[in-house]
């Protein structure tokens, strides 16, 4: 008798509406992006708005006259000038970090790592107070400065230290897990060639890293110019001297001038707003590239 056989059946298809267990409803999607544009809404635009609406509510010619007083210029040349100082030595050393920690292993890394995070960790006015009794009259230190004719307090170099402290994790914190994950294959191979140190950093580390290190870069400016705890113990709140934008808005507020007030905080919350579109902005134009580097 013959045998007949039978050809396995394939598989029926999956089913069009068949969506994955873990897949919300869509009752469900329309919650959770609600709550999360009401908390959005009600804890950052909202206040952005009533920044912006007190600046103007006595109209253009007042804002505008804010910015003609010698004292919220010199506050806005300040906090641009401590800014360009600060921002530079921070991307030296988060530059410098990362690649050591990244790179090398040695004894301390684990500590070194731990030191990096200290600024998140130490409130911005305890900082402030280090550099007082570090540098103060009663000090050790303070007394030889002053008779070198060094001022650190209640001058520019204190504010300077300050803002450098509390904002120098931000660039090696964007670089260390960055260059961590792309190791050290490159930059073995640069020196098989006959690439001495610089040329393997110039040519092949810095372009694996540029994008990271310019979000760095940008995080590292906003908090910079907006930092008001650490320089406000350092400064001495001098009118036209040692006031920075921040401090500067404390003072008109504390004065009851709030559209002058107000108007100097939206001036820090479009340098802020700036810095968000400036990485959005690199986000949709070098997304595919620093999705390669992340995962090189």
């Known amino acids: 008798m013959a045998m007949r056989h039978e050809l396995p059946q394939s598989p029926e298809p ?16 329309f919650v959770l992006i609600g709550v999360a544009l009401a908390f959005l809404g009600l804890f950052l ?9 007190e600046a103007f509510r006595k ?25 360009a100082i600060a921002v530079p030595l921070n991307l030296v050393f988060g530059v410098v970090a990362a690649w050591t920690i990244a790179k090398f292993e040695f004894k301390g890394k684990a500590f070194l790592t731990t030191l990096i995070d ?5 409130s911005p006015v305890i900082s402030g107070l280090v550099y007082v009794l570090l540098f103060s009259t009663h000090s050790a230190l303070g007394p030889w400065l002053k008779s070198q004719g060094i001022e650190i307090l209640f001058a520019v170099p204190g504010i300077v230290l300050a803002t450098v402290f509390v904002t120098f994790p931000f660039v090696a914190r964007e670089l260390i897990p960055l260059m961590q994950e792309q190791g050290t ?14 040329q393997t950093f110039w040519h092949v580390t810095l372009p ?23 320089v406000s113990v350092v400064s001495g709140h001098i009118r036209g001297l040692t ?36 990485k959005t902005l690199l986000e949709l134009r070098y997304g595919a590239e620093l999705a390669a580097n992340g995962g090189h």
């Open 185 to 198: 294959t490159d930059e073995e191979a640069a020196l098989s060639l006959g690439a001495n140190g610089w």
């Open 118 to 122: 200290l600024p998140f960790s130490v």
């Open 208 to 230: 694996n890293i540029k994008w990271g290190l310019l979000y760095g870069v940008l995080l590292c400016n906003a908090r910079a110019m907006g930092e008001f705890g650490a």
């Open 59 to 83: 109209g253009p010619a007042a804002y505008l006259a804010v910015f003609a007083d010698h004292d919220a210029l010199a506050a806005i040349r300040l906090t641009l000038l401590v800014a």
């Open 45 to 53: 635009l909202l206040p952005l708005i009533s920044v912006f609406f």
């Open 243 to 278: 006031n920075t934008m921040p401090l500067q808005v404390e003072i008109l507020y504390n004065e009851f001038n709030s559209v002058a007030a107000f108007a100097v905080a939206s001036l820090l919350a479009l340098l802020a707003l700036v810095t968000l579109v400036l």
């Open 14 to 29: 999956a089913s069009k509406s068949w969506h994955p267990a873990t897949t919300e409803s869509r009752t469900a999607r």
